[in-house]
C-alpha cells in the first residue's frame, strides 16, 4: 500500500513569491495534517482535515498560508508571498480517523532566498 | 509554550547498548503517546506509542516506560545498533474525546540518537 505521498520534495523560491505544495494521503484516511518542521525541532500541527473540513487551522499564519482539501482527499497548502523565515520542511500525514496512529510524507523541503 | 519536554538533545551510545531517551509533559488531557523515529531526508514514522492506563509497553527491542503521576515517559532502546542512528521525538495528544483542537500531536524538540559500532 502506498503510503502518504507530497510534491515536490525540494523548493527554492525567492522571498515574495507564491509556493504550493501538494499532498495526498493513505487511501480511505479521512484525517490529513499538515505539519511544520523546523530545523531541530518537532514537527508543529499547522492544519488538520476530517475530510474537507479544517477542524484545528488555529496555527496557520492565515495572512499568508492557505490551504484546501477538495473533496476530501488530496490537500494543497500554499504560502503567499513567501518570507525567509518560512523556509523549513512542511509535512502532510494522514490517519483513519483523529483517534487513529498517524502517517507522515517524507515531506517538502522549502528554501526561501 | 512547550508542551512536550524531552532530553537529551543529543545521546551516543555504544552498539549493544540500553539508549534512553525521556519526555515530561503538563497537560493531564493527554492520553496518546507515541514515539516517532526520523531519518535524514525522511517523514516521522511511529515506533510505538502507548496509552495512560498501562505503565509499559514493549515491542521487540523498544519500550516506552509511563509514569502518569510523574507525568513522565521514556523510550528505552535495548542492544542499540546502529541502524537505529535516527531522530526520536516524543509527542502527546489527546484522542478520547471529539472537538476541533483534539487530535493534534504535540511534539518534543527531538533526540538526536548516534550508535557506534
Known amino acids: 500500500e502506498a503510503g502518504v505521498v507530497q510534491s515536490p520534495r525540494y523548493k527554492i523560491i525567492e522571498k515574495k513569491q507564491p509556493v504550493a505544495f501538494w499532498c495526498n494521503p493513505i487511501?480511505?484516511?479521512?484525517?490529513l495534517y499538515w505539519y511544520l518542521q523546523n530545523l531541530g525541532q518537532g514537527p508543529e500541527l499547522l492544519i488538520r482535515?476530517?475530510?474537507?473540513?479544517?477542524?484545528?487551522d488555529s496555527q496557520l499564519p492565515k495572512d499568508r498560508f492557505s490551504a484546501e482539501r477538495l473533496k476530501g482527499v488530496d490537500s494543497t497548502l500554499k504560502i503567499q508571498p513567501a518570507e525567509l523565515g518560512d523556509s523549513a520542511v512542511y509535512l502532510c500525514?494522514?490517519?483513519?480517523?483523529?483517534?487513529?496512529?498517524?502517517?507522515f510524507g517524507q515531506g517538502t523541503r522549502l528554501t526561501v532566498v | 509554550q512547550q508542551q512536550v519536554k524531552q532530553s537529551p538533545q543529543s545521546l551516543i551510545v555504544q552498539k549493544g547498548g540500553i539508549s534512553i531517551i525521556n519526555c515530561a509533559y503538563e497537560?493531564?488531557?493527554?492520553?496518546?503517546f507515541p514515539w516517532y523515529q526520523q531519518f535524514p531526508g525522511k517523514g516521522p514514522a511511529l515506533l510505538i506509542a502507548?496509552?495512560?492506563?498501562?505503565s509499559e509497553k514493549k515491542e521487540g527491542r523498544f519500550t516506552i516506560s509511563f509514569n502518569k503521576s510523574a507525568k513522565q515517559f521514556s523510550l528505552h532502546i535495548m542492544d542499540s545498533q546502529p541502524g537505529d542512528s535516527a531522530t526520536y521525538f516524543c509527542a502527546a495528544s489527546r484522542v478520547r474525546v471529539r472537538g476541533s483542537t483534539l487530535g493534534r500531536l504535540y511534539f518534543g524538540r527531538g533526540t538526536q540518537l548516534t550508535v557506534w559500532p
Open positions: 502507548i496509552r495512560p492506563d498501562v
Open positions: 500525514a494522514s490517519s483513519l480517523t483523529q483517534n487513529t496512529e498517524a502517517f
Open positions: 487511501s480511505g484516511h479521512n484525517t
Open positions: 497537560n493531564t488531557a493527554f492520553d496518546y
Open positions: 482535515y476530517e475530510n474537507e473540513e479544517a477542524v484545528d
